[in-house]
């Protein structure tokens, strides 16, 4: 795998896009009681959580290890339902020079389409955090577990 490149996957959703979207948008606080087995916890760090700058503290399992990372707001587009965070802090700030994801939601006419796109620049080859395809597996369980949480509610 190259030092830096991008990693993206597409997600069927059954939920309405809009309201996936929402929970991105307006109730990420939502996500440790919705994604339980992979998100322990996450709060503020600064700001609030949703507008951009805005920085929190996520705990979480990945890769079958319980880690924790801040994440920043770095753009939103709610025309195009779209949010791009960086990823700090922790093992990925001992690993990436930049790690990025970006959340896409597309409608279509019964549910959606999840995108997730990884953008990342590796400080070495060998690193000891999560790869860029473990985050990007990562991010579809959690979409997974909303859609699911999302379309019995």
Not at 12 to 31: D, G, S, T, V
Not at 43 to 51: M, S
Not at 145 to 150: E, G, P, Q, S, V
């Amino acid at each position: 795998m190259a030092l830096s490149g991008k990693v993206e996957t597409e997600i069927e959703i059954q939920a309405p896009a809009a309201k996936f979207y929402n929970i991105f948008r307006k109730q990420l606080h939502h996500i440790p009681n919705i994604s339980t087995e992979r998100v322990h916890g996450a709060k503020v760090h600064e700001g609030d959580w949703e507008n951009v700058g805005s920085v929190k503290h996520w705990d979480f399992t990945i890769e079958g290890q319980k880690t924790s990372a801040k994440e920043k707001i770095e753009a939103i587009d709610d025309d195009n339902k779209s949010i791009t965070y960086s990823l700090f802090d922790g093992e990925i700030s001992e690993s990436y020079k930049s790690l990025r994801g970006t959340l896409q939601v597309i409608d279509k006419e019964n549910g959606g389409v999840v995108k997730w796109t990884f953008e990342y620049e590796k400080l070495k080859e060998n690193i000891s955090a999560p790869s860029p395809d473990s985050y990007l597996d990562f991010a579809a369980m959690v979409t997974k577990d909303i859609d699911a949480h999302l379309s019995k509610a």
